[in-house]
């Protein structure tokens, strides 16, 4: 059963923030986030494992919540290159092997 | 960078023809995947291989789909007849295992079926 992304598009103003969801009514192991920009590959973002955790690295940051099996994306300041659609990813197993199941993505869009 | 790359880019094809899709995943990497996405949809998980068989499979991947490694570098996905829903972009992903858990993802083959 697929994640459940929410919301399913926003438009921001550049220097806005955003918050994306993603929750799960399986127990996760691990929540990916990837940004796709149109006729692109998805691009890694982050990962978040088990345990409950918070990453960030320069203005996005991420946190996953095991109880609520949700992760939520926090895009801060945003800039014209965030635009894109954003997935998250997630992974049941604890196997490294592990498929993942993907949202069905966010779109984001960035203007001046 | 070390990167994933697909070849072809884009592969035109009739109904019921054969196509192979190639992939060259990162170098040190153990874990290979098979992702497809159908115009303006979601990413959907087709294969997982691990020390040359497949771990997992959807239902996607049915007996019309096949994966290999065959020289220890190339990942590649048959399709032995395809039809018209098997137009997508196709990912190829890999993983190099523990402690890193990160999917990267190739630039995709848009494979249009004609």
């Known amino acids: 059963q697929q994640p459940v992304q929410s919301p399913q598009a926003v438009i921001l103003r550049e220097g806005e923030d955003a918050v994306i969801n993603c929750s799960s009514s399986k127990a996760l192991y691990s929540v990916h986030w990837y940004r796709q920009k149109h006729g692109e590959a998805p691009v890694f973002l982050m990962i978040l494992l088990k345990g409950g955790e918070q990453k960030g690295h320069d203005k996005i940051s991420a946190s996953f919540n095991e109880k609520k099996q949700q992760s939520s994306l926090y895009l801060t300041a945003s800039q014209l290159s965030y635009s894109g659609t954003y997935f998250c990813g997630t992974a049941v197993n604890t196997g490294t092997a592990s498929k993942l199941t993907f949202g069905t993505g966010t779109r984001l869009q960035v203007t001046l | 960078e070390p990167e994933v790359t697909q070849t072809p880019s884009h592969q035109v094809t009739q109904m019921g023809q054969e196509v192979i899709l190639r992939c060259v995943p990162i170098?040190?990497?153990?874990?290979f995947y098979w992702y497809r996405q159908i115009l303006g949809q979601k990413v959907e998980f087709l294969v997982s291989?691990?020390?040359?068989?497949?771990?997992?499979k959807s239902e996607i991947f049915d007996d019309q789909f096949s994966v290999e490694r065959p020289d220890g570098s190339n990942f590649t996905l048959k399709i032995r007849s395809t039809k018209l829903e098997d137009s997508a972009m196709y990912f190829c992903?890999?993983?190099?295992?523990?402690?890193?858990?990160?999917?990267?993802f190739g630039p995709g083959t848009r494979l249009t079926v004609t």
């Open positions: 170098s040190n990497h153990l874990y």
């Open positions: 291989f691990y020390n040359n068989e497949i771990s997992e």
């Open positions: 992903a890999s993983l190099s295992g523990s402690p890193s858990y990160e999917q990267y």
